[in-house]
């Protein structure tokens, strides 16, 4: 009986930091205090994307992270967090404003000054343009922004350069 010693394939190595990375994003996202960084162009996507790509390089410091690797990696980690950050919002955070709105307190949010733009006979004939028009945005500047968090990580944790005279091993 033999046993298979073959390395893994290199995109399951790439799956935890993705996750991690990911939500990391969402949960930053969603909590008080940590949501201010997106007031920091939009800072808790890209450094949950640059989260990623140094948890990938922490697997192999010697080798580093590619430049399109950790674009790859920081978008995929931003695609994530922006569906986990849709899931919440969905799921938890538009209950909780149609009961503060029936208890009577203001809850005006982007989605109802939005609806101001849009004319009202598109919104009654499509009900779910607002919606759709939202996640769509959402993913857009999740997967561009992750990118740049990427990129950033590309030039931090670059692979390591061979200098002239040292020997190789």
């Not at 190595?13 to 940590?34: C, D, H, M, Q, S």
Request: hydrophobic share 50%; proline share 6%.
């Amino acid at each position: 009986m033999t046993t298979d010693t073959t390395p893994a394939a290199p995109s399951s190595k790439r799956l935890t930091p993705i996750l991690l990375g990911g939500a990391a994003i969402a949960l930053a996202e969603n909590l008080p205090g940590l949501s201010l960084l997106d007031w920091l162009c939009c800072g808790t996507i890209w450094s949950g994307a640059l989260l990623a790509v140094y948890l990938c390089w922490r697997q192999n410091p010697q080798r580093g992270v590619e430049f399109g690797e950790a674009v790859k990696l920081g978008m995929l980690a931003a695609l994530f967090g922006a569906v986990l950050n849709l899931i919440i919002d969905f799921s938890f955070k538009k209950p909780l404003a149609d009961i503060l709105r029936f208890l009577g307190e203001n809850t005006t949010n982007f989605s109802e000054k939005l609806r101001e733009y849009l004319p009202q006979d598109i919104y009654a004939r499509q009900p779910y343009l607002l919606p759709a028009l939202l996640v769509a945005v959402s993913v857009i500047v999740h997967v561009v922004v992750g990118a740049i968090g990427g990129m950033i990580g590309a030039t931090i944790l670059s692979p390591r350069r061979q200098v002239a005279g040292e020997e190789s091993d």
